[in-house]
Structures are given as structure tokens and as C-alpha cells.
């Protein structure tokens, strides 16, 4: 199979930009459609480490720059009638259209704001792969969560959720993450853990008040805010944020709103560290009660659940995101969904496999 695979315009496909999940997702589905031997046609900006068939820029580092605009790349506006958004689609359009051949895959992330490059080329199919986010536009539908998927289909009928169908070829693909990348520890330090993006909605106070409550050391890395309570460690690379992770007590992930994925619980549990989270969206199918942490509605149960974390096997923890999460494991799954999408080129629903009596 052969697919072009579009990237962000405000950040380039290398480690450097490792917090920003949606390029992420770009990088990593690159290593695995080349791990299967697909072709892989990268749209994206200047530097680029994700192996492909070809990378193609479709910004320059100035015009990547400009699109963050003084903030941090994690901060960036999904603005697609500015001018680094216009430039990026408008490249990408040209040199897909350079390319493209019949029944390619057009891959992307970044919803409406992709919508143009799906109206250039409407004989394709165009493929939103990785949808933790509103706005969807594409008939072809890969979801993060089966949460987010049926949080997206009510919301598009809010009075009368029940009157809601489902969209056959829509899938549910959960995010991944490379295992080498998160080192396993059996053995955690006196301190936990939050990193993510410092705004209210993903709940980072509470792990403050949490930990504030019962006097534990806490370290916060991301961008945003600085803390109240806790030492801020900045926004951290890879190999970092690999240290502070594995040696944690446990990780915060208590998002207030439906999260759509939320990686950093999942990349927690790959090194061997419980996750204390909310117990709605994803984490209601990423983490596992009582096993790989805690899933918490009052501040009793988050308090709580700092103690019986010390209870969890991290050995079990780890083989549970590696068995669900890693790379392998979900390069199989869009496999089989993207050659599900193939068959729509011939009976669709009808197809069936022939056996012989």
C-alpha cells in the first residue's frame, strides 16, 4: 500500500518535538507502515528522523516559526486560514499531487484544518488516522478510544443521542508508543510524577493538591503555568522525561475533560509506573483498576490511591502496555483497517472470501 502521510506545519517529525502527541503519532505511524513494507510519502516540515519513502517539505524553518507564533509548538493555533497553515496545505497539495496514484492513502491529522488537501484529491481516499480531537471532516475515521469515538457521535446529536447510527468503516485504533524509548524500573523513588500540557483541563492541580495534601514530593514538567506546589522542571525531551517516569511512585493523569487518549498513561505504564487518573475516557480502557493504577472521582480516592500504587507489580504493568500499546502490536491493527479501506474499491460490505467446498 501506498500512503501520504501529512504532518503539522508548526513542528518538524524529529524527537525534538516529542511533545506535541499528534506529530508523534505522524513520526511513529511512518516507522510502522515502513515496518510492513508500505510506501510512506512524508508531508511535513524541514527536519525529519521518521524513516519514509520520501520526505518531502512542505514549510521552511522560518515559516514553522511563524506558525507557533511565540509559543510553545505544544500552544500552537490550528488556524488554517493564516499564513504558515495556507503555505504548508498549499505545498502539500502540489507535491501530493506530483505523486499520488490510484487507491494511495492520504493520511491526516489535523482535522478541519487538512480538509482542503481531502477536496484535491476527491478519487482518493483521505484517512483522519488518529482522532483525539473535534471537527472531524473525512468519511474514512480512525479513533483513539472507543470513549472519544462515542463522545464525537453524540455530540453530533445532542438532543436525541439515541438517534445516533454507526459509520461502518470508521475504526478504533488506540495510540503507541516505541518500547525502546521507556526503560523499565522495578524500583520507584519517594516523589510522583505530571507531564502534560499545564492547563487546567488536564487536571494538573489536582496532582498539586494531591500531593500537597499528604506532603509528597511532586515534579511538573510541561508548558504552561508554573506550579504552586511541586518542583518544575521545564518541558522535557525524551530522555528525560524516560528518568523522571520510570523512577516515579506513580504518574497524574487526572484530566478533566473526556480525553481522548491520553499517551502519557500509557507511555507511564511502559515503564513499569502506575498511573493515578480520572475514571472517564480513554483511561477507562487504558488503565486497569487496581492493576496497572487507579481511576479516581474525589480527592479521598486520589489520596488514597498514592499509597495502594505501592501495592501494583510494575512487571505487570509494563507487560501490559507493551502486550496492548507497543509499535508491533498496533502497526498490525491499522493493517488489517487500511486493507479493510481497500476493499470499498470493490464490493465493500459485500465483499466476502471465496472457499472452496
Known amino acids: 500500500m501506498r500512503f501520504h502521510l501529512v504532518s503539522l506545519p508548526h513542528t518538524n517529525t524529529t524527537d525534538d518535538f516529542s511533545a506535541c502527541a499528534f506529530t508523534e503519532k505522524v513520526r ?13 510519502y512524508l508531508y511535513a516540515g524541514e527536519q525529519n528522523t521518521a524513516p519514509c519513502t520520501a520526505h518531502v517539505p512542505c514549510i521552511d524553518e522560518p515559516g514553522r516559526v511563524a506558525a507557533c507564533d511565540d509559543r510553545h509548538y505544544t500552544q500552537a493555533s490550528f488556524n488554517f486560514t493564516s499564513e504558515p497553515w495556507v503555505t504548508f496545505n498549499s505545498n502539500a497539495i502540489r507535491e501530493i499531487g506530483r505523486r499520488i496514484q490510484p487507491k494511495d492513502f492520504i493520511c491526516v491529522i489535523g482535522g478541519r484544518a487538512n480538509q482542503v488537501i481531502a477536496e484535491a484529491f476527491p478519487a482518493n481516499m483521505t484517512v483522519e488516522f488518529g482522532i483525539g480531537y473535534g471537527g472531524t471532516f473525512s468519511k474514512y475515521r480512525v479513533w483513539e478510544s472507543y470513549a472519544w469515538m462515542h463522545t464525537c457521535y453524540g455530540a453530533a446529536r445532542p438532543y436525541d443521542p439515541n438517534g445516533v447510527d454507526g459509520i461502518w468503516f470508521d475504526a478504533v485504533i488506540p495510540g503507541y508508543f516505541e518500547v525502546e524509548k521507556f526503560s523499565f524500573s522495578a524500583k520507584k523513588d519517594d516523589y510522583f510524577f505530571y507531564i502534560g500540557r499545564l492547563t487546567d483541563r488536564k487536571g494538573w492541580r489536582i496532582a498539586e493538591d494531591v500531593c500537597q495534601n499528604i506532603g509528597a514530593k511532586l515534579y511538573v514538567a510541561g508548558a504552561g503555568d508554573m506550579p504552586v506546589y511541586g518542583e518544575y522542571v521545564g518541558t522535557v525531551g525524551p530522555e528525560r522525561r524516560d528518568e523522571l517516569m520510570k523512577r516515579a511512585r506513580a504518574v497524574f493523569v487526572p484530566t478533566v475533560y473526556i480525553e481522548p487518549f491520553g499517551n502519557v498513561a500509557v507511555e507511564a505504564m511502559a515503564c513499569g509506573t ?6 472517564w475516557g480513554a483511561m477507562t480502557e487504558t488503565v486497569i483498576h487496581g492493576v496497572t493504577g487507579y481511576r479516581c472521582r474525589t480527592l479521598q480516592e486520589f ?6 500504587v505501592q501495592t501494583l507489580d510494575p512487571h505487570i504493568i509494563r507487560k501490559h502496555a507493551i502486550d ?32 472452496a467446498a
Open 303 to 308: 489520596v488514597d490511591a498514592t499509597l495502594l
Open 28 to 40: 511513529k505511524f511512518a516507522i510502522m507502515m515502513m515496518s510492513l513494507d508500505h510506501e510512506v
Open 274 to 279: 502506575p498511573v493515578i487518573c480520572t475514571d
Open 324 to 355: 496492548n500499546y507497543s509499535l508491533p502490536v498496533i502497526a498490525q491493527k491499522y493493517d488489517r483497517h487500511f486493507r479493510r479501506l481497500l476493499q470499498l474499491w470493490g464490493d465493500g460490505w459485500y465483499e466476502l472470501e471465496r472457499t
